[in-house]
């Protein structure tokens, strides 16, 4: 029997009171794989995220988590599964250093509490050495080792973004997603970002699916683009054929970023 995929929709609606937000999504993400999620604004790519992670609930469809029905479940559940995020707007915890930062975004693999401290000191500490371990690593792989004893409120925007790609790595998901990790920067973080993105696919065989609306950054980081508009899925396929297709073209008329990638 072929293996599920990582990820799948299938027929997943969403809606809010008369607004639609999604409208029978369907799509598959295999382990590995680097997509983006485009659409103009509105177009219900958030919702897909909400929807992924357990925030949402969707009244009709499905989602799967390699063939194990997620939809319904509560979002730390969804976590445990696999599933990791990184937000829009950085919500790192600024005064904090960049290490404790990481640190926190372990709790999901931390199995002893307050209790274990006290009653099983031992074990706390080795757990405790465990978690500072991989959170280094982490780190290392990010190269945000420079950083790691400054608070993230010191710290450049670019560096704050690829924190907040490390903390969501903490609860080593299988499936990242990232909203619009290259919001706000400058060519050249926006290119530093990029290529520590593909490392961390490289080295950790971790799957992604990148909300971006920098569409030369979506062409050169992704191998496939799925767009939605008005909730429903319109294209899907790798980057050259999705920026032809005459639907997403219209899509996004009058949105001169897609007429400068296709160029
Ligand atoms: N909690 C909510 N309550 C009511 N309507 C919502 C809610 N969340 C999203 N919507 C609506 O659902 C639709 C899709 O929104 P969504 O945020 O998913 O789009 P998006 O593609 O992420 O947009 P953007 O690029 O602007 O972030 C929009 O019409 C939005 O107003």
Known sequence: MPEAPLLELAKVTLRFGGIQ??????????????????GPNGAGKTSVFNCICGFYTPQEGEIRLRGTRVSGLKPHRVA?????????????????????????GR??????????????PRAWWRDETAQ?????????????????????LALPYGVQKLIEVARALASEPRLLLLDEPTAGMTAEEKDEMMFRLLRLRAELGITLLVIEHDLR??????????????????????????????????AYLGDTRLAEVSA
């Open 132 to 152: 500072r371990r991989r959170a280094e690593e982490l780190l290392e792989l990010l190269e945000l080792q420079p950083y790691r004893n400054f608070p993230v």
């Open 21 to 38: 937000a999604l409208s029978q999504v369907s799509f598959t993400l295999r382990e590995g794989e680097v997509a983006a999620l485009i």
């Open 217 to 250: 950054v979506v062409s050169r980081l992704a191998e496939r683009i799925i767009v939605l508009d008005y909730g429903v899925k319109i294209a899907d396929g790798p980057p050259g054929a999705v920026q032809r297709d005459p639907e997403v073209i219209r």
């Open 107 to 120: 709790h999901l693999h931390v199995r002893a509490g307050v209790l274990g401290a006290l009653f099983a």
């Open 80 to 104: 445990r599964l696999g599933v990791g995020r990184g937000f829009q707007n950085i919500e790192l915890f600024g005064t904090l250093s960049c290490l404790d930062n990481v640190l926190l």
